[in-house]
C-alpha cells in the first residue's frame, strides 16, 4: 500500500511539473515571450484595460523579480550562517509578491481565487500595486524606475528613501527601465500581430 501511495505522488508531482508553464526561452523580447505564451498576452491586455498600466512596464519588473518562473522563490535563510532556516521573505511566484500584500491585492480587487504561479493573476496584482503607487506616492504608470523601487522598497520605504541607502538597487532599477523602453519599443512592432486572430496568426506569421 506504501509503495502505491509513494508511485501515484511521485506521478501526481510529474503531471504537476509538465503543466507548469515554463519561461521564454527569449526574455529579452517580449514579441517572442507573447509569441510563446499568447495567453500570457491576453493576460497582460486585461490588466491594462483594468488598471490603466503599459504593459512593458510591469513585465519588465517580473523579468528582473522572477525571470518569469511560475514557482520563483527567494534565497534561504540560514541560522549560525549554514542552517538552513526558510526563506527571506515570504515572495512567490512570477511577481515574487510576499504574502500580506497579496492578500491585501485579492481583498482590493475582489479576485479570490488569484494564484502567484498563475501569470494573469501575477500580471495584474502587478498592475493593481503600480496604480496603487500612482495614487500613494503620485508615480506616473509610465515611470519603470520609480515604480520599481516602490515594488521593491513598500510605498512607505519610497517615502522614507531607504533605496538612498541601497547602492546596489539604484542600478537594479535603471536596467528595469532600460528593458522596459526595450520592451515597449518591441511590443510597438508587433502588437498588430499579437491582437490578429489565432487562424491569422497561423497563415501569415
Request: glycine share 6%; with cysteine; net charge neutral.
Amino acid at each position: 500500500m506504501n509503495i502505491k501511495r509513494t508511485t501515484l505522488c511521485a506521478i501526481s508531482l510529474l503531471l504537476l511539473s509538465a503543466c507548469a508553464t515554463p519561461p521564454p526561452q527569449n526574455p529579452e523580447n517580449i514579441c517572442e515571450i507573447f509569441r510563446e505564451h499568447h495567453h500570457w498576452y491576453e493576460g497582460a491586455k486585461d490588466m491594462q484595460e483594468r488598471w490603466g498600466v503599459p504593459i512593458h512596464v510591469p513585465m519588465s519588473m517580473m523579468y528582473q523579480e522572477s525571470s518569469f518562473r511560475s514557482d520563483a522563490l527567494p534565497p534561504r535563510d540560514y541560522l549560525l550562517g549554514f542552517i538552513p532556516w526558510g526563506r527571506v521573505s515570504t515572495a512567490y511566484g512570477f511577481s515574487q509578491a510576499k504574502t500580506l500584500t497579496w492578500e491585501d491585492y485579492i481583498r482590493d480587487s475582489d479576485n479570490s481565487g488569484a494564484d502567484r504561479d498563475d501569470f494573469a493573476d501575477a500580471i495584474d496584482f502587478m498592475g493593481w500595486f503600480i496604480a496603487k503607487t500612482q495614487k500613494v506616492n503620485g508615480v506616473s504608470k509610465w515611470d519603470p524606475y520609480n515604480q520599481y523601487l516602490n515594488y521593491h522598497e513598500g510605498w512607505g520605504g519610497f517615502k522614507r528613501k531607504t533605496y538612498a541607502k541601497k547602492s546596489w538597487l539604484l542600478p537594479v532599477a535603471r536596467k528595469v527601465e532600460r528593458r522596459a523602453i526595450t520592451y515597449s519599443g518591441q511590443l510597438k512592432s508587433c502588437r498588430d500581430e499579437l491582437d490578429s486572430s489565432w487562424l491569422w496568426r497561423v497563415l501569415f506569421y
